[in-house]
């Protein structure tokens, strides 16, 4: 019940980065938070890590025919895709909706908590763009700080 109400914190909201963390092991949602502005809630930005990610798929629920018709590059910019046919790219996020699934039943948990001895879950994440599928141990939700960059290069 705990994870569920985790995933819920961040679901039917926006995304705007998903991927691996910078060692590698967990994965991770950025997401902005918003309320209807006559709340007065200010937007904010949340951080979904999916700790001891052992599986991370992500794959297009954009059909074919959209793809064919959203490969000008200009599509990946807002300014200069606003006006052109075709998905456009550049709006930079995508709407978690309609939200998260868990597998409860899963063959490939269960496979994956035999192996390495700890519980797993695994969950299933639809956006507008995109499917996720995330075999994990635990969800953590947090604020994200000021000037947060999910991605930081070692070389």
Do not use: N
């Not at 809630?41 to 059909?63: D, M, P």
């Not at 606003?82 to 868990?102: C, I, Q, R, T």
């Amino acid at each position: 019940m705990a994870l569920q109400q985790s995933l819920d914190e961040i679901f039917d909201q926006a995304l705007v980065y998903h991927g691996y963390t910078d060692y590698m092991r967990d994965y991770e949602l950025i997401v902005c938070a918003t309320a209807d502005p006559r709340t007065g809630v200010e937007s904010a930005f949340l951080r979904g890590l999916f700790q001891c990610c052992v599986e991370a798929r992500c794959t297009s629920s954009v059909s074919a025919e959209t793809w064919r018709a959203s490969l000008d590059d200009r599509l990946i910019d807002h300014e200069t895709g606003k006006d052109l046919e075709g998905f456009l790219w550049g709006v930079k996020w995508h709407s978690l909706y309609p939200g998260a699934k868990l597998l409860p039943e899963s063959e490939a948990a269960r496979r994956w908590q035999r192996a390495i001895g700890i519980d797993v879950h695994d969950v299933t994440i639809e956006t507008k763009a995109h499917h996720f599928r995330l075999i994990f141990s635990d969800l953590q939700v947090a604020g994200v700080p000021a000037g947060y960059t999910p991605v930081r290069a070692h070389c």
